[in-house]
T-cell receptor
């Protein structure tokens, strides 16, 4: 079973920031938070990951709460092409465990 | 373009046919994966290969047979499939299967079993 809880769906207006929450209250100290997304009928795409510090790359920002029990993926200026299912996954790096995809959040960016 | 290609993109096969799915990665990665995504279900990991050795087989029926001839190529041989095997089959690769966890996925093969 996935160790994360995400809303089933969210809407966002084009050009606005999309903030996708994820709860991972049972996260262990050595587990990272990963985000992937899957655009319809395509393979999943890696977005970002973090341990406890906030992270930013060219695609998104990841904000992790101080207690690490939740996080938020931020797409600063959502476009129609960001419409996808977003998956939040917790996993320890360097372990032999594998990515476990839950149901994710279906983000719909609307004009 | 993720550096992982899959062929064919679409496949329709009868239950008595034998077919193969092909995956190729151009990223210099050492680990490759097969996933299955059925309608309205989460991705399911099927097989993991590291340096051409199978390191994980998640209770997949024997009608699915993987092959990894080298670290850049991965095949999934299919025979006597069932209609419930219709799904999107995704290939992925990563630097290795223990540390480099950013997996890069191919576009998938949409399989329909009739």
């Amino acid at each position: 079973d996935a160790k994360t809880t995400q809303p089933t769906s969210m809407d966002c207006a084009e050009g606005r920031a999309a903030n996708l929450p994820c709860n991972h209250s049972t996260i262990s100290g050595n587990e990272y938070v990963y985000w992937y997304r899957q655009i319809h009928s395509q393979g999943p795409q890696y977005i970002i990951h973090g341990l406890k510090n906030n992270e930013t790359n060219e695609m998104a920002s990841l904000i992790i709460t101080e207690d690490r029990k939740s996080s938020t993926l931020i797409l600063p200026h959502a476009t129609l092409r960001d419409t996808a299912v977003y998956y939040c996954i917790v996993k320890a790096r360097g372990s032999q465990g594998n990515l476990i995809f839950g149901k994710g959040t279906k983000l719909s960016v609307k004009p | 373009e993720t550096g992982v290609t899959q062929t064919p993109r679409h496949l329709v096969m009868g239950m008595t046919n034998k077919k193969s799915l092909k995956c190729e990665q151009h990223l210099g990665h050492n680990a490759m994966y097969w996933y299955k995504q059925s309608a309205k279900k989460p991705l399911e990991l099927m097989f993991v290969y590291s340096l051409e050795e199978r390191v994980e087989n998640n209770s997949v029926p024997s009608r699915f047979s993987p092959e990894c001839p080298n670290s850049s190529h991965l095949f999934l041989h299919l025979h006597t499939l069932q209609p419930e095997d219709s799904a999107l089959y995704l290939c992925a690769s990563s630097q290795d299967h223990t540390g480099g966890d950013e997996q890069y996925f191919g576009p998938g093969t949409r399989l329909t079993v009739t």
